[in-house]
């Protein structure tokens, strides 16, 4: 086998390997891979086993950095997520990882970012509880450190209003509310990731304040 030819065209370059009964494969490599690559390639250059491996690996992560960055333009994924959904679009699981590497170094995947602006979304729009958050976040596939700051990032202020918010929200819509309907409440404020308990003591100062409640919840 050798290089018939390499040409380039809006940041990447096409190698055309010649092999035997005059069979040609192309390659389509970004300008930066293709200068890692060692020994450097020329055209007539023979190629051998192992330089064939090196250029079919760069073209395979230029594919997968392409494909990496469209996916992030979709919407923000932790590392562990964003390899997954390449290798579920038949990338190979090194170019997945050499791509998602490539999209850390540059700056488009930084974790401790997405998992704070999603946080900070969370308790805002969703009223989620620091727990729920943390759930969320584990199952989108970020480390627990990363977890952990983003959910602890969050000041007990906000989550306090969060959980305000959804129990003011919650009894406009309620009527004779007793004590089996707290615990209704106070379980959905839990499943949103706060406290029940919490959520019982607010109903009741709250129910009190209004002379709606005078009975005993756990």
């Excluded at 170019?95 to 704070?116: C, T």
């Excluded at 129990?167 to 615990?183: A, E």
């Amino acid at each position: 086998m050798y290089i018939q030819s390499i040409t380039e065209q809006n940041g990447l370059v096409t190698v055309t390997i010649c092999g035997g009964n005059d069979a040609f494969e192309t390659f389509s490599v970004s300008v930066g891979r293709l200068k890692r690559i060692s020994p450097p390639i020329s055209e007539g250059m023979t190629v051998d086993e192992g330089l064939y491996g090196k250029i079919e690996h760069a073209s395979a992560v230029t594919a997968a950095v392409r494909t990496a960055a469209n996916l992030l333009s979709a919407s923000d994924k932790s590392a562990r997520m964003l390899k997954r959904r390449l290798i579920e679009k038949g990338i190979s699981a090194e170019a997945a990882e050499d791509a998602v590497e490539f999209m850390i170094r540059k700056g488009y995947l930084n974790e401790e970012r997405q998992a704070s602006v999603y946080a900070e979304a969370a308790v805002r729009t969703k009223l989620y509880g620091k727990r729920r958050i943390m759930r969320e976040l584990y199952a989108k596939g970020y480390d627990q450190s990363v977890i952990r700051q983003a959910a602890d990032g969050i000041s007990d202020e906000e989550y306090d209003a969060a959980l305000r918010k959804y129990l003011d929200k919650t009894l406009r819509k309620s009527y004779n509310v007793d004590s089996t309907k707290i615990r209704k409440i106070a379980a959905a404020a839990q499943r949103l990731g706060h406290a029940p308990s919490a959520a019982i003591r607010y109903i009741k100062s709250h129910m009190a304040e209004d002379d709606l409640f005078d009975g005993e919840v756990d």
